[in-house]
């Protein structure tokens, strides 16, 4: 896979005015106009998900990032920062339990591989939300400079972009 793409105002390297202006445009038609609807998106979380993913809107609507489109990935972070905390406090839990005696060192979770396995996944989906959602904007770059390549019709293109596998089987 290549380099991550950058949103056209982040982007460094020799590119031609014309090439800045399509793909700069391009780039803010994916954005499209209207922000996401944080009602719609605090739909089915809990409390303590509902106040990340308004923190997440909030920490991001000055800088214009986010779209309605946006809205299954904030709750998809949401869920994933509300289980990482969770892992944190029962680790912390188990190690206060630990250290008052009250249990025994090997039941510390990080020797439980099923804790170890919980916690990787929601680290791995929220870094996947993370890079979606802008907070490292490689995705709308990537669909930009297709959409001003010529090649937004091509299937391996898109399945490129979206990170999907491009090999025919």
């Known amino acids: 896979m290549g ?10 390297g020799r590119r031609t005015n014309e090439v800045k202006r399509r793909r700069k ?17 605090q739909e089915g979380l ?11 809107v909030r920490s991001m ?10 809205t299954t990935v904030i709750k998809l972070a949401a869920f994933a920062i509300d289980g990482i905390r969770a892992c ?9 339990a630990i250290a008052d005696g009250d249990i025994p060192p090997e039941s510390e979770c990080m020797n439980d591989p099923n804790f170890r396995q919980k916690l990787k996944k929601y ?7 993370c890079k979606e959602l802008g907070l490292s904007p490689q995705a709308r770059a990537k669909i930009a400079i297709a959409g001003t ?10 399945k490129e972009i979206i990170g999907g596998d491009t090999a025919q089987g």
């Open 46 to 56: 809990s409390r303590q998900q509902k106040a990340i993913a308004a923190d997440i």
């Open 25 to 41: 445009a391009a780039e803010e038609k994916l954005k499209g106009q209207k922000p996401p609807d944080l009602r719609k998106i």
């Open 123 to 129: 680290e791995e989906t929220f870094d996947r939300a």
């Open 3 to 12: 380099r991550p793409a950058k949103p056209i105002d982040l982007a460094d």
């Open 88 to 96: 944190i406090k029962e680790q912390n839990d188990t190690a206060k």
């Open 149 to 158: 390549t010529g090649k937004d019709d091509s299937l391996a293109m898109i």
């Open 61 to 70: 609507e000055d800088q214009q990032l986010l779209c309605s489109l946006d």
